[in-house]
């Protein structure tokens, strides 16, 4: 996934600085890091492995976003992210429905969730507000129901 990606999917998602952006299994962090930098918002990465985590880490300090980033390694699947405004997914089917009672537990209405190159399966709990077949970009929202 490139950065023109990642910028046209916070575009889409219409991220600001009043946002809290989660990128689950984030690998480097491109995305929160983008989400900081460009949009203003607090990005929080979230991943596992101890060498991406690694690089993460000295991207956010070579990039001077720290003030606006928090890094976890850890499982996603444990952890909190109710404060999430915005949560990024590039995550294969079985995962993102794995995923999905997490979601719909910590997630507060009106959260955003982009999706990149795999749709979730339909769900009355999941609204699917924009998508962006071209860049293979999935913009659903938790329903205010």
Do not use: C
Not at 65 to 79: G, P, Q
């Amino acid at each position: 996934m490139g950065t023109r990606q990642i910028r046209e999917s916070l575009k889409l998602a219409k991220v600001t600085k009043d946002d809290v952006v989660y990128d689950l299994g984030s690998g480097d962090s491109r995305v929160p890091i983008i989400a900081a930098r460009e949009f203003g918002a607090r990005g929080v990465g979230i991943e596992i492995d101890y060498i991406r985590h690694l690089t993460a880490w000295l991207k956010v300090r070579i990039d001077k976003t720290s003030d606006r980033m928090t890094l976890k390694r850890e499982n996603f699947f444990n952890s909190n992210i109710s404060d999430a405004t915005v949560v990024f997914v590039y995550l294969v089917p079985r995962v993102l429905e794995k995923l999905k009672p997490k979601l719909f537990k910590e997630l507060k209405k009106g959260t955003r969730i982009i999706s990149y190159k795999y749709k979730f399966e339909p769900d009355q709990n999941l609204e699917l507000v924009e998508q962006d077949e071209k860049n293979e970009i999935y913009l659903y929202k938790i329903p205010n129901f």
